[in-house]
């Protein structure tokens, strides 16, 4: 059973940290790119940060540059979404995916999501 569960979101006040994590089970981890995603109330979900297979590359959305990092340990098949400098427009459930293409065909997996709030 393929599984993904986020964790680590909380309440932080604006210029505090939080780090996210996502646990996979299931399916070859390894194999898979994994992205973090947000969905603030009443928008929209967006990407935030995504980290191929072997961990060598990373990109962010550019309101998150510079703040955020994300990275994997293939290991414990997990990911994690290193957030600084965290201020109220970060508020948002954040939500790990796991995704691979195969013979053109992509085959993705959502976790189930963590509330982050930033407030005072």
């Known amino acids: 059973q393929v599984q993904l569960v986020e964790s680590g979101g909380g309440l932080v006040q604006p210029g505090g940290s939080l780090r996210l994590s996502c646990a996979a089970s299931g399916f070859t981890f390894s194999s898979y790119s994994m992205r973090w995603y947000r969905q603030a109330p009443g928008k929209e979900r967006e990407l935030v940060a995504h980290i191929t297979s072997d961990g060598g590359s990373t990109n962010f959305a550019d309101s998150v540059k510079g703040r955020f990092t994300i990275s994997r340990d293939n290991a414990k098949n997990t990911v994690y979404l290193q957030m600084n400098s965290l201020r109220p427009e970060d508020t948002a459930v954040y939500y790990c995916?796991?995704?691979?293409?195969?013979?053109?065909?992509?085959?993705?997996?959502w976790g189930q999501g963590t509330q982050v709030t930033v407030s005072s």
């Open positions: 995916n796991a995704e691979r293409w195969i013979l053109g065909v992509p085959r993705r997996y």
